[in-house]
């Protein structure tokens, strides 16, 4: 994901609280997660569908005003529940990129902005403003700043969030934690030179082969 510092998007609302993974991406499903399967199909699937397989009209994940949205909206501790690495998958395939929440579980927010799907803290004021003007205005569009932390919605409003500095870097990088310590390879081999010149005796193979024998 490039988010390139800026998300501007409309925004899914589901409100309520204790949205739990299971609900996000149903257990029967996990045989699909393999990497190649895309799961935005199970996204929400009890609740997007109905018995027959049909989508239900009045499910917001339906409304085709809102398709291509990338930022869902939840009331408090959203995806808790069991960790389930399709529930990340799902919001991803879907094309969700930013999650907004007074709180999440305790396991999915450490997780999921590896795999491009970044979770946003609100304070609890903050979330019931932002909840109040989506009811009011469900076609809106939210401007995401993750340089500055805020989020900017049509009416001048401005709503502050702090993210994790490690969280940030990867979510500006557009890359993943791999790729971050990648940036830095220049840094780790002057390191490594260093510590070899420091201590040559551990990086001499034939001392302790000789200390084997």
Not at 63 to 72: C, E
Not at 129 to 144: K, R, W
């Amino acid at each position: 994901m490039t988010m390139h510092g800026i998300i501007r998007s409309r925004a899914y609302l589901l409100p309520g609280s204790d949205i739990d993974t299971d609900q996000i991406f149903p257990s029967r499903f996990q045989s699909r997660v393999d990497g190649r399967n895309d799961l935005a199909p199970y996204f929400f699937h009890d609740r997007r569908f109905n018995a027959e397989g049909q989508p239900i009209a009045t499910m917001v994940l339906n409304d085709p005003s809102l398709q291509g949205a990338q930022i869902l909206v939840s009331s408090r501790n959203y995806a808790c529940g069991s960790a389930r690495p399709g529930a990340i998958f799902a919001h991803r395939d879907f094309g969700i990129r930013i999650l907004i929440s007074e709180s999440f579980g305790p396991v999915f927010p450490t997780v999921c902005y590896k795999f491009g799907v970044l979770p946003i803290e609100l304070s609890g004021g903050d979330m019931a403003a932002l909840l109040s003007y989506l009811e009011a205005e469900p076609l809106t569009m939210l401007e995401v700043n993750l340089q500055q932390q805020r989020i900017q919605l049509a009416n001048s409003a401005v709503l502050e969030f702090a993210l994790d500095e490690h969280v940030r870097t990867i979510a500006l990088s557009g890359g993943d934690e791999l790729g971050l310590t990648k940036s830095h390879a220049a840094e780790i081999e002057r390191f490594e030179m260093a510590r070899r010149h420091a201590l040559p005796w551990l990086f001499d193979t034939t001392t302790k082969q000789g200390a084997d024998l």
